[in-house]
């Protein structure tokens, strides 16, 4: 199964089921946009990146959608697995502020096997 | 793989005391940053470091912060006069390149300032 939705700040799914991690940015003229995983300790690890002139990526196991009308960024992570039990962040770059990234809520992905 | 790296891992510092944060970003970034990260909640932007001065700083960023390249290697943050309110994770970063090439930033593993 699958979890989709509004921003949640936990998401709890079985390994193998496919999770969905959404995320609303805030500037209408941010550009580009990231998804860190940030696991108990740790800093933040880069999982995948779009600009605003796509919908879509894909990368290994994970898909993000870019929805600029309603300013939604999602995070698609195929047959979950207890590893990708971490924090999830995304974040946002506005081109006129220069290049730091704006974290936003970050949502807690637990993976029970 | 090159990282990003962090020292101290934990301070403990009593109010009023300076403390220094020491990174050593990943050798080919021209661009450094510091964010924060109080306890169970998100990633703060503090500031950003571009050709040995500021380019960007956020509110969170008042006159107790400065940062610092002393040499090559080393980008600084050192907090004049800590708060109880400055306990908390900071996370340097760096990154490679201009908007327009890849934006992604190397996170170090944190250092935890615990202001008592």
């Known amino acids: 199964g699958e979890s989709v939705g509004l921003h949640l700040p936990t998401l709890s799914v079985q390994e193998g089921d496919n999770s969905i991690i959404n995320c609303a940015y805030s500037n209408s003229a941010s550009d580009y946009f990231i998804w860190y995983k940030q696991e108990s300790g740790k800093g933040p690890q880069f999982i995948i990146d779009?600009?605003?002139?796509?919908d879509k990526r894909q990368g290994q196991r994970v898909t993000v959608l870019l929805n600029k009308t309603v300013k939604h960024l999602s995070l698609q992570i195929a047959a979950t697995q207890p590893g990708d039990s971490a924090v999830y962040f995304c974040?946002?770059?506005?081109?006129?502020?220069?290049?730091?990234?704006?974290f936003g809520k970050g949502t807690t992905l637990s993976v029970s096997s | 793989e090159p990282e990003v790296t962090q020292t101290p891992s934990h301070q403990v510092t009593q109010m009023g005391q300076e403390v220094i944060l020491r990174c050593v970003p990943i050798s080919n970034h021209l661009y450094f940053y510091w964010y924060r990260q109080i306890l169970g909640q998100k990633v703060e932007f503090l500031v950003s470091f571009y050709n040995n001065e500021i380019s960007e700083k956020s509110e969170i960023f008042d006159d107790q912060f400065s940062v610092e390249r002393p040499d090559g290697s080393n980008f600084t943050l050192k907090i004049r006069s800590t708060k109880l309110e400055d306990s908390a994770m900071y996370f340097c970063a760096s990154g490679l390149g201009e908007r327009g090439d890849t934006g992604e930033l190397f996170f170090g593993e944190g250092s935890r300032l615990t202001v008592l």
């Open positions: 974040a946002e770059n506005n081109p006129v502020a220069g290049t730091a990234l704006i």
């Open positions: 779009i600009r605003s002139n796509m």
